[in-house]
């Protein structure tokens, strides 16, 4: 696979990856045209890809002369750049606070949490699974504690960090974690996934283990 240049926002990512998900689903939200290049193993390794990310990671997202790698980076680029209500990453000092609280959260709890028991069930791998597990639920009774008063996670009303955690939680189950004891948890899923426009990250076709 080879990368072009085009004055369309591009998007290089793969279609179950979290990470690569949360963009695109801003991007649709934002009604930004866009195209989605699978980058899969192969590419990510080529010297055109290493060029628009040195570490070889996804997202990337090309935007005219623009090439910004880091998916919640790219959240508040598009915020920023495009949303004209300022209301997905507000300006308020108390919710920027609490939008770069949950962007923290994304990359950090949810990522070595219900991400890695997802990855490690579908793909496998070395790190310890109870580890992160743990960490799983650790965060999601968290998470269900805060929503069990409110509806968002940063604001009253969806921010980009509501976008920047959608995925891995949603996916948890592929992960071996059930979200029947988050009832708040599952009430915020549906709100998220009532946002126009955004369409929810595909479940995997790979089998998991019973």
């Not at 495009?82 to 606070?97: C, M, R, V």
């Not at 998220?192 to 019973?210: G, K």
């Amino acid at each position: 696979m080879s990368i072009s240049s085009e004055p369309a926002i591009t998007l290089y990512g793969m279609r179950l990856s979290g990470h690569a998900h949360r963009v695109e689903a801003f991007l649709n939200i934002l009604g930004l045209p866009h195209r989605c290049v699978e980058a899969d193993a192969e590419l990510r390794r080529s010297d055109a890809f290493l060029a628009l990310n040195p570490l070889g990671q996804i997202p990337v997202l090309v935007d005219g002369d623009l090439v910004l790698p880091d998916s919640n980076a790219i959240l508040v680029y598009l915020a920023e750049r495009y949303d004209g209500s300022g209301l997905w990453n507000p300006k308020a000092p108390e919710e920027t606070a609490q939008v770069q609280r949950w962007l923290s959260i994304a990359a950090g709890d949810l990522r070595f949490g219900p991400a890695r028991t997802r990855f490690l069930t579908l793909w496998g791998g070395t790190t310890s699974f109870a580890d992160a597990q743990a960490l799983t639920d650790r965060i999601l009774h968290f998470m269900d504690g805060h929503l069990a008063t409110r509806d968002w996670l940063a604001a009253g009303r969806p921010t980009i960090a509501d976008i920047a955690c959608y995925a891995y939680v949603a996916h948890a189950p592929e992960g071996r974690t059930p979200l029947d004891p988050y009832p708040a948890v599952r009430r915020w899923l549906e709100r998220v996934e009532a946002i126009p426009a955004l369409t929810p990250m595909p479940r995997s076709a790979i089998p998991q283990p019973a």
